[in-house]
Each structure stands twice: as C-alpha cells, then as structure tokens.
C-alpha cells in the first residue's frame, strides 16, 4: 500500500524536482542576462549622456556661427562695402593695389606731395588677418607726406566720404619750422580687400 500511496505522489514530486532543477539551472542565466541588461543600460546611459553634451557643444557652435553671420551680414549692411579686385585668387599686392591707386588719386587731387611710403601687407596684428585672413587682404601702409591745411583737410574730407572700407591708424601733423602754413605728415592707413 505503501508504493500505492507513493505512486500518487510521484507525479507532483517529479514536477517539483524539475522545477527545483529548472529553477538551479535558469538562475545563473537569468543572473548573467540581467547583468549584462544592467551594463547596457549603464553603457546606453554613458552614450546619451556623452550624445547629450555633444548636441550642446553643437548647438552653442551653430549659435556663435548665427551671430557671426549676423554681425558679418549688420556689418555689410551699416558699413562701407570692402574693396574686391575685379580678378580673384591674386596675391595681397596685387589685390590691394587697385585700392592703393584710388587713394593715390586722391592724394594728386588735393596737390599732397609725398616723401615716403612704407608698405605692411597682412600685418600679423590685425584683427580681419587673424580671424579672417583666408578672407580679406590688408596692407598697412605708412606714408610721410606735405601739405597746406586745407589741401589735406580736402583730402581727410574725401578719405572719409571713400566708398570702400579702410581704417585710418594714426596721424601726426607737425607744422614745416621755416613756413608754419605747410605741414609735416606721418600717417598710417590700414587698406582692406575681399579675396
């Protein structure tokens, strides 16, 4: 009787023993997945936080790009438009030659004789050589010249009413010791071209 009552039982005992065997044998996988579920989490996380930064540094560059854009677009618009030669892909002393003989012109109009000029191309201290220089040309140029006062006042007049861009450094008038009407010149003009 005893193996007739065993016998009823053998079926549930066997179920558990399986299910004891299933369980032994799924745990250490199921262990193994989640940990592997746990690092890819930890990794995903890891790749957005590392996304997240990036599309910030992306978007603060698109930004600063906007605003030179913006700045460069309200310069164009409020300033003088810059020198550009008719041929491109010429070097800096040919490109600013064309603007070097606009103000030579105006220098013969207004009877200014000059004694000496000193040219500076791509000064490595300007501003458009070092954040444009693959843009712009510029030559500084040093002229000592003579003068009455009001034929280089004309010429300050029409240096400034000049349609290109250009950037008067300095000016240092000195009155001629023998004839106090004529004056003694040291200026300094940066000329700007377009590539």
């Known amino acids: 009787m005893d193996s007739e009552k065993l016998k009823q039982f053998i079926i549930p005992i066997a179920l558990i023993v399986l299910v004891i065997a299933g369980i032994v044998y799924v745990c250490p996988k199921i262990s193994t997945n989640y940990q592997g579920y746990q690092a890819a989490v930890q990794s995903i996380a890891t790749k957005n936080a590392t996304i997240q930064e990036k599309q910030t540094k ?43 003989a606009e103000i030579l012109q105006l220098i013969r109009a207004n009877k200014i004789k000059v004694r000496a000029i000193k040219y500076d191309y791509d000064p490595s201290d300007d501003n458009f050589v070092k954040g444009a220089g693959d843009k712009y040309n510029v030559a500084r140029l040093n002229m000592e010249m003579i003068a009455n006062y009001s034929n280089y006042d004309n010429f ?7 349609e290109h861009f250009l950037d008067i450094q300095s000016a240092e008038i000195v009155p001629y010791k023998k004839n106090k009407r004529i004056l003694l010149i040291n200026f300094k003009v940066k000329l700007y071209a377009q590539k």
């Open 58 to 100: 992306l978007n603060n560059y698109r930004k600063k790009e906007e605003e030179l854009k913006a700045k460069e677009q309200e310069s164009k618009k409020s300033g003088k438009p810059f020198y550009k030669p008719i041929l491109s892909g010429m070097d800096t002393e040919a490109v600013i030659a064309g603007e070097f």
């Open 156 to 162: 300050l007049k029409e240096l400034y009413k000049h």
